[in-house]
């Protein structure tokens, strides 16, 4: 009798134990995931339903503290200690949540539940210190919330820095460059203006007890701390007079010019004060231009 065999492929042991073993793998980690996400979304529902508001505000703010997540630098896609995945983009059609691996997975709305994560995102906003690159990046701060929860940030922020410059600004990749318009050999003032419309957001603004904004004018161009304060002066007297703690500085500047611009930014005397010495000694009393073509960026 003849018998006949079929020889298929070989399967050698180590294959499948690797198989196995990876499948073992994911099996064990969904199963530790689905018990993380138990445990912590237990603990948050018993957070919330056993404790007063007074200690629940605690546990919030003693987890924002305790991974040192309280500066924030929006423009240059840093936290204090991890990367940022997405930046603000006012005019973007969308704006996804932070990548929430920069951050601690109780912040995460999986693990903590909705109510947990609205609670912390109000107090992360409240007590975190934002720094912003460019005035263009403000709208997207104060509207665009990082978590996915439904808190508006402009109703808990109180503590912002705002470089002001006039310096063009790229809002989608965070780019910057020198101030160049054709036609144009210095910037006038109505180029100034243009440079803080965005900051007139802030009279938007719910002030907080302990509201503080501090604005970091750069002076490194075109000698332009006079011209920068007079044009800031209005809003920095509207939003204190809406509580806010305003604290004015230039950057940039050469050493001998410091006490120059110190001055330059003296908000301290009255608003009435200020206005006479911006008639009577106006920074722009010379608002012409000679045309001057450059091949810089509009």
């Given at each position: 009798?003849?018998t006949?065999?079929k ?5 050698h042991?180590s ?8 499948t ?58 991890r990367?940022i995945?997405y ?15 920069d951050?601690p997975?109780?912040?995460h ?22 720094s912003?690159?460019?005035?263009e990046?403000?709208p ?16 808990h ?32 003032k ?8 965005r900051l ?42 809406k ?19 110190i ?9 009435e ?26």
């Amino acid at each position: 009798m003849h018998t006949s065999f079929k020889l298929g492929r070989s399967r050698h042991p180590s294959n499948e134990y690797a198989k196995l073993a990876l499948t073992h793998s994911r099996s064990t980690d969904a199963t530790a995931k689905a018990y993380a996400i138990a445990w912590n979304t237990g603990a948050a529902n018993n957070i919330l339903r056993r404790l007063p508001n007074e200690l629940k505000n605690m546990i919030y703010e003693e987890l924002v503290h305790i991974h040192q997540r309280v500066d924030v630098e929006m423009g240059d896609y840093r936290h204090s200690t991890r990367s940022i995945r997405y930046r603000y983009g006012s005019d973007s059609a969308s704006f996804p949540p932070l990548a929430t691996e920069d951050y601690p997975h109780y912040f995460h709305l999986t693990y903590m539940g909705t109510t947990f994560a609205t609670g912390l995102s109000a107090v992360f906003h409240s007590v975190a210190k934002f720094s912003i690159k460019h005035q263009e990046d403000l709208p997207g701060l104060l509207s665009k919330e990082r978590f996915g929860t439904t808190i508006v940030p402009s109703e808990h922020i109180r503590l912002i820095t705002i470089n002001v410059s006039l310096e063009g600004f790229n809002i989608s990749t965070g780019e910057t460059w020198p101030w160049a318009i054709s036609h144009y050999e210095f910037p006038l003032k109505k180029h100034f203006l243009k440079a803080v419309e965005r900051l007139k957001i802030m009279l938007t603004v719910p002030c907080k007890r302990g509201s503080k904004l501090c604005l970091r004018v750069d002076c490194r161009q075109h000698n332009p701390s006079r011209k920068f304060a007079e044009v800031l002066f209005p809003l920095v007297y509207d939003l204190k007079d809406k509580g806010w703690l305003i604290q004015v500085e230039g950057h940039g500047y050469m050493p001998k010019d410091e006490q120059r611009v110190i001055q330059d930014f003296d908000y301290q005397i009255s608003r009435e004060e200020w206005k006479k010495r911006a008639s009577s000694n106006s920074a722009f009393v010379r608002n012409t231009a000679r045309p001057h073509v450059t091949h810089g960026r509009y």
